[in-house]
Each structure stands twice: as structure tokens, then as C-alpha cells.
């Protein structure tokens, strides 16, 4: 075999071999499924203290830094039940609410 061939075949291999562990090695970002359970755990922590008594749907769409969850509750605060829909992002692992109703319950209804 020519040396000089073969070094930079080797070169080439090795680099393809190193890209390729280096993308499979990074970290996955929150997935749609992920982020659905995140605020699902949020709605039923604090069902009863913010009166939530049924989620009718709990929807996630691609956003920009991550996933727009939308839950759609029927809450009863004031004793006579509504319809409500809360929005959160869910982006790195973390759910941020994106809604004035979604950061009272994230709180736990104050």
C-alpha cells in the first residue's frame, strides 16, 4: 500500500467517525411528548387548589425556542365552572408559563 494514499484515507475516516460520535452524543432537546407530561404534572399538583375539576386537552405545537402547550381546563374559582385554556413554553426541560391563568396555577392559585 502507498503511504501516501493511505494517510489521508485514514484522515477522512477518522473525521467522518468523529462527527458522526459527536452527534449522537448531544443531548436530545424536550420532546413534544415531554413537554405535554411536564404540564399535565402541573395540572394535576395543583388541581385542587386552583378547583381545576376536568382537562379536556393538553396540545403541543413546534415554537420557537421549544413547544407551545396549550391545556384546555374546566376550572370552578368562583363556584360556577368555566372553560379556560392555559397556555405554557416548555424549552431545556423547563415549563414556563406563557398565559396570566397558566403562572396562577404554576403558583398554585394564590
Known sequence: MNPLITKPAIAIVLLATGTWLNSTAATPGTTRAQAISMVRSILKSHAVSCR??????????????????????????????RHETLVWIVASGQAAPASQIASEVSSGCP
Open 52 to 81: 381545576i375539576s376536568k382537562t379536556l386537552s393538553v396540545e403541543a405545537s413546534q415554537a420557537k425556542t421549544g413547544w407551545r402547550v396549550t391545556a384546555k381546563v374546566v376550572m370552578a374559582a368562583s363556584g360556577t365552572p
